[in-house]
């Protein structure tokens, strides 16, 4: 599976961003998909994450009320709608995808190239 994250860029705070993960290579629903983020200094985190065929969602704490997963099995993509964006939320953001089961960081298969979110004060 190849993943390509697009999307980030700068945006003051308070403002949103739509990230997209598009996905080629065997087949797209056969994955848990989920992002990552990994900020300057720090270690890469768990963001969200959305299981096969439309089951439970997960998100870190700082991000839920404020993000939203989402996947479309026809266009084999992800997205990461970020709304109420914080400083804090800076950090290069990573689309993955790992086998069925929770996303965690050390059962992902594929990792994406990241794509740059900067939140502005």
């Known amino acids: 599976v190849q993943l390509q994250a697009s999307g980030g860029g700068v945006v003051q705070a308070g403002g949103s961003l739509r990230l997209s993960c598009a996905a080629s290579?065997?087949?797209?629903?056969?994955?848990?998909m989920g992002w990552f983020r990994q900020a300057p200094g720090k270690e890469r985190e768990f963001v969200a994450s959305?299981?096969?065929?439309?089951?439970?969602?997960s998100y870190t704490d700082s991000a839920k009320g404020r993000f939203t997963i989402s996947r479309d099995n026809a266009k084999n993509t992800i997205y990461l709608q970020m709304n109420s964006l914080k400083p804090e939320d800076t950090a290069v953001y990573y689309c993955?995808?790992?086998?069925?089961?929770?996303?965690?960081?050390?059962?992902?298969?594929?990792w994406g190239k990241g794509t740059q979110v900067t939140v502005s004060s």
């Open positions: 959305l299981p096969l065929n439309g089951g439970k969602k």
């Open positions: 290579g065997r087949t797209f629903d056969s994955y848990a």
């Open positions: 993955a995808a790992g086998p069925p089961g929770p996303l965690l960081q050390n059962r992902v298969n594929y």
